[in-house]
């Protein structure tokens, strides 16, 4: 394989990375329910990223379709970059909730992001949660704005407190603040943002991500802390920098088990 090829591998090979989550708070009709994680794809880059997403998310059928911001990129130019295909063709899949990033933020029209969203049937989660039910049981989807920062009450106050809690928001910098010990913490968190530390290599790591600088910590996988758990995706496209290596992209596959028998 030629140099060409090799990167071109390491950019364009889209993986879906399995997770099990267990937690007592997941109720026995939600046992089994699978959650497909999609991040930082970027749009308009790699256009093709379109068809293989959609075509991995028919193939897995998930239950429920979380985004966790950077669907766009800043200077994507909303109306034809391929965010309404995308948004149409998950809605098609399974129910959606989205968050905005910090590219959606300072995009060039983010109403016109929120309108496609909308007219899709995709849900967007501006610092809230609603109840996903099933015969009467559920779980709670709060979603954070990349840029508001975060509070347990902010998100989640007034839910249900014995409910498990998920919270989709971008940035896993803020773990600390995610998963500080309180009735209303998530019991999972899913985030990108960090691309996966864009490079990545053995004993060493992830050499650089976003609002954590060099050798960071939380750019991939699953980390915990308290009764908090984090999955971060290493995310599709790429941003400040264009090359992976050792990284490639990522869409977490989550699937809940519940201990209540």
Known sequence: MNIKNFFHDQNRRLTVEPFRITDRKISPRFDGFTILHLSDVHLPQYPEYIDNILRKAVEIKPDLIAISGDIVSRTADISSCGLSELAKGLIGIAQVFAV?????NTCLNVELWENILDDS??????????????????????GMNADNGYSHEKIFGGSDPDVFKLLIAHRPELFDEYSAINPL?????????????????????????PDQGLFPHLTAGIHSANHTKIIIS???????????????????????KSTVT
Do not use: C
């Open 100 to 104: 905005k990033g910090n590219h959606e």
């Open 121 to 142: 049937g995709i849900i967007i989660l501006e610092d809230r949660f609603e109840y996903v039910e099933i015969d009467n049981q559920k779980i709670t989807v709060g």
């Open 185 to 209: 913490a998530p019991e999972l968190v899913l985030s990108g943002h960090a691309h996966g530390g864009q490079w990545r290599f053995p004993i060493f790591g992830a050499v650089i991500a």
């Open 234 to 256: 290493r995310g599709v496209g790429n941003s400040f920098f264009p090359l992976r290596l050792n990284n490639f992209p990522n869409m977490p596959l989550i699937t809940l």
